[in-house]
């Protein structure tokens, strides 16, 4: 089996790791590294429950493989608050309840957070289109929106 | 909030926020399968049968079990009892019969997912193909094939009806008043035949097992469940165990709905970890496998007649409900008994008979879905009682006034409705979406329609279905709660530590709810479905905080020397409303109070208990369907839609819905309304996209691509939802359950806004766009649509 040497950024932090060819970079970042707010929903790039930012860009982990990450950064749930506070998106999300069951929670988050990045200032329409990807059973969507749509407001 | 002062009841009656919200918006909230069992994990996968139907005459594992990597092979021969939570009708892994493509045949243990699948490849199992029965009528018929030919022989609790050499699971029926003679009467009556097709609950959670045996031959088993009590219970009792050997650890739960509750992939996980004792074994589904092989929504005929007189009473009903349970029936037999039972919806209607039948067919097991068969019968009752106001000429709306349940109305059952605010909650949701004004379409080629339909269901539970809560304090006067309930995004956790911080008189941030839940540690709870925890563990933790609440005061009374009548908790204060006299619970709770003059302590850690269970629910006549209490309570509701439908594509669009219910109490009235909204996106889901596209048993669209659910790009709809309290008499605080009701009306309210707009009735879900292009052409061409 092929190995891959390969260095990255992980939620801030330098690391190098071992990867054989066909492990994905959900699998590694939740079997191998331990983070596991990184969900798996489906495993096959049809409900965003694994989404994480690679270079910034939201992406389907289970899609990628963790070969591919060499010289990457990689931000994940686990890497959206820092010490101890939390984002504003974060925070919208506790106060208007987007989040039931909070399977679905840590991939649209992180799908907020790449749109907030590349714009912030989205309209209703922006979001929902940002968030196609990511599926949620449980809340209806609506006071996910809204959420977004105020932290934006208080500075993303 | 203006109201977290002058609340009297605070937190509860407050929207305080999810007490799990933190760790869910971080990533931490830990869920099945991203807990740790180190390197020496092994993996499991299923063989599954890939016929509907057949014979196993033979099995070969000696090549999977010779491959490297491979620890054992289980097959039907190590699972010789049956299991089943009211009808004991499954082996754990098929014996000599398969009943559906996917029913497992055979599970392989290995120290990888890859190697244990491609070892379930070298399992060789030979087959006798047998002629499947695909559909529930065909099912009935006395030459189809029997699916259970011994299912005379299964152990069944006395409330459900086999009938043995057939494929009828139960039968369960209503006789009230005479129907045939009231016919005679009516001046208007409809009838037709409604359909409803499987669909799947799609929790983004798949489910997922890890079971462990010790040496010792006891079991662990961590998993994704809204029933860690039952899963224990029927699994000890399948594997001939006791019920202290086998622990269940469930943290929380991505989304269940009722596919992950009772027992389904979970007992496949323990026996393979029987194999392999010492070693955890995990059983993932893929999202594939999620679809059609742990329980779907059951598919539904139903036919139904219903007549009224001229002034606009219904007078009779007349229902036959043909369920597809699929190869078992794990909840099947009791939706059928759920749905007869209530099958006349919230109307007061003196005849009526109903036969509900439960059909083993050989498709995917069928289970309890949000709704444990509601949202499937009201499809046919909310659109033929809008057919008959439309045959009478009443307003529907005003129909549904005339005719619906109000407190003291006698039910289907013989039963007397208890306290109920139905006529709230359809005046406030149709004023909410101006019903009887019409509105104009946004487009010349669309049309605007307006629909509304009304609900009611009851916890559908054995009578005795209990509830259990402890409620300690630590050091610092913050309290555990431990309950058996799961949190499974519903927010359980949250409700009940507001209830305790409620009953204890100590503010909400000061209660933590013990998560996972742990069959060794936490207090028992039946299950968590139907609704039934804010009611019923509600009120058990009610009780355990009133007991805690008492043993404090006791002790002040004792230390103050006063009646304990004068004394309160108060913001974490025990106060003396005669002394004056104030305290803080810190410490006290723990250490007790010293005697005076150093004479010894008084008191000790304060812990108190309460536990729940239902006493007064009645059997039922098993001819007649007739008791005097059928059910703890009902739930009722009402939505109002208001929509667009385009002529050109057949695409409908929903405006607004407007969704109210009566909640007895509103414990926390924003996640009240999160279940509302969320309840109708789930319900307009599967009223517009969802339905297994079954051919000869296998299922076609298994996969997020071919089987759409609502995204977010769906929702452009405004939902009011309102909330209306007539307190319930058993329920904490007069709380009932919201959870299941909220999707229960979306269907045909959503059908019947679409007959309001273009003239087309959709008689089978879901209401696609396809479906009304096609309507809507023949409609054109002068055909009867
Ligand atoms: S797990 Fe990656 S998209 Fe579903
Ligand atoms: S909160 Fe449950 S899937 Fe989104």
Known sequence: MTTHHITFTINGAQEEALVTSHITLLAFLRERLGLTGTKNGCATGECGACTVLLDGEPVNACLVLAAEIDGADVITIEGLAHDGELEPLQQAFIDHTGTQCGFCTPGILISARALLNRNPDPTEDDIKDALRGNLCRCTGYQRIINAVQDAAKAGG | ?785
């Open chain 2, 1 to 785: 909030m203006s109201t977290t002062t002058t609340n009297p009841t605070r937190p509860v009656g407050d929207s305080v926020k999810r007490i799990d919200a933190l760790e869910k918006v971080t990533g931490e909230a830990l869920f099945a399968d991203d807990l740790q069992f180190g390197p020496g994990l092994l993996f499991g996968r299923i063989v599954r049968s890939p016929h509907p139907h057949a014979l196993i005459k033979h099995i070969d594992t000696s090549r999977a079990l010779a491959m490297p990597g491979v620890k054992a092979v289980v097959t039907g021969a190590d699972t010789p009892k049956q299991i089943g939570l009211y009808l004991k009708d499954r082996h754990i892994f098929c014996r000599e019969r398969t009943r559906y493509v996917g029913d497992p045949v055979a599970g392989v243990v290995a120290t990888s997912e890859e190697i244990a699948e491609a070892a379930c490849k070298l399992v060789e199992v030979e087959y006798e193909v047998l002629e499947p029965v695909l559909d529930p009528l065909r099912g009935m018929a006395p030459d189809a094939p029997l699916i259970h030919p011994d299912l005379g022989n299964y152990e069944v609790p006395n409330f459900i009806f086999p009938k043995a050499g057939t494929n009828i699971s139960n039968h369960f029926k209503i006789r009230k008043g005479d129907p045939d003679a009231a016919w005679a009467l009516c001046d208007a009556i409809v009838e037709d035949e409604f359909r409803v097709p499987h669909v799947q609950h799609v929790p983004i959670e798949p489910h997922v097992a890890v079971a462990k045996m010790d040496q010792r031959g006891e079991i662990t088993l961590w998993t994704s469940s809204q029933s860690p009590f039952a899963q224990r219970n029927l699994i000890a009792e399948a594997l001939g165990l006791s019920q202290s050997s086998v622990r269940v650890i469930a943290p929380f739960v991505g989304g269940g709905f009722g596919c992950k509750a009772g027992v389904t992939m979970e007992a496949l996980a323990v026996v393979m970890a029987q194999k392999v004792p010492g070693y955890a074994v995990k059983l993932r589904l893929t999202r594939e496998e999620e679809f059609f092989t742990t329980f779907v929504r059951q598919g539904l005929i139903a036919r139904t007649k219903i007549g009224a007189t001229a002034d606009g009473k219904i007078q009779a009903m007349q229902t036959e409900y043909f369920w597809d349970a699929g190869a078992y029936t794990e909840y099947g037999v009791n939706i059928t008994r759920a749905s007869g039972y209530s099958s006349t919806g919230p109307y007061e209607i003196p005849n009526v008979r109903a036969d509900s039948y439960c059909v083993y067919t050989n498709h995917p097991v069928g289970g309890a879905f949000r709704g444990f068969g509601m949202p499937e019968i009201h499809w046919g009752i909310e659109q033929i009682v809008d057919m008959l106001a439309e045959a009478i000429g009443m307003d529907k709306a005003e129909f549904r006034l005339k005719n619906c349940i109000r407190t003291g109305s006698i039910i289907a059952t013989g039963s007397t409705m208890h306290p109920v605010g139905l006529v709230e909650c359809i005046k406030q949701a149709t004023a909410a979406i101006h019903w009887g004004t019409e509105e104009r379409a946004s487009a010349p080629h669309k049309r605007r329609g307006k629909g509304l339909a009304i609900m009611w269901k009851a916890p559908a539970m054995p009578p005795n279905a209990g509830s259990s809560a402890s409620v300690r304090f630590n050091e610092d006067a913050t309290v555990t709660v431990s309950v058996g309930g799961q949190e499974i995004g519903q927010g359980a956790f949250t409700v009940a530590a507001q209830m305790a911080a409620a009953a204890l008189g100590v503010p909400y941030e000061w209660v933590r709810v013990e998560g996972p839940i742990d069959t060794q540690y936490n207090p028992y709870e039946w299950q968590t479905v139907a609704s039934r925890l804010t009611w019923s563990m509600g009120n058990a933790v009610m009780a355990a905080a009133k007991d805690a609440r008492r043993q404090v005061l006791d002790l002040a009374a004792e230390h103050w020397g006063e009646d304990v009548d004068h004394l309160d908790i108060k913001d974490g204060m025990v106060i003396s409303y005669r002394s004056e006299e104030a305290m803080p619970l810190k410490k006290m709770v723990v250490y007790g109070l010293p005697k005076p003059a150093g004479q010894g302590w008084r008191g000790g850690p304060i812990i108190g208990h309460g536990s729940f269970m239902p006493s007064y629910v009645t059997g039922l006549d098993p001819e007649t369907g007739q008791g005097p209490r059928s059910v703890v309570h009902y739930t009722t509701g009402c939505q109002a839609v208001d929509l667009e439908v385009d002529t050109i594509t057949g695409q409908v669009t929903i405006l607004r819905i407007a969704a109210a219910f009566d909640v007895g109490k509103a414990i926390n009235p924003d996640q009240v309304r999160a279940q509302i909204e969320g309840g109708a996106v789930q319900g307009a889901s599967t009223a517009l996209f969802e339905g297994f596209q079954l051919k000869n048993g296998k299922l076609a669209n298994h996969s997020f691509v071919d089987y759409r659910i609502a995204t977010s790009v769906d929702v452009p709809f405004e939902i009011i939802p309102i909330i209306i309290e007539v307190p319930q008499d058993d329920g904490p605080w007069g709380a009932r359950g919201i959870g299941e009701h909220s999707m229960v009306p979306t269907a045909p309210a959503i059908a019947n806004a679409v007959a309001d707009a273009i003239g087309v009735r959709v008689l089978e879900l879901p209401i696609t766009a396809e479906k009304l292009y096609l309507a809507l052409e023949a409609q054109a061409d002068g055909m009867p649509v």
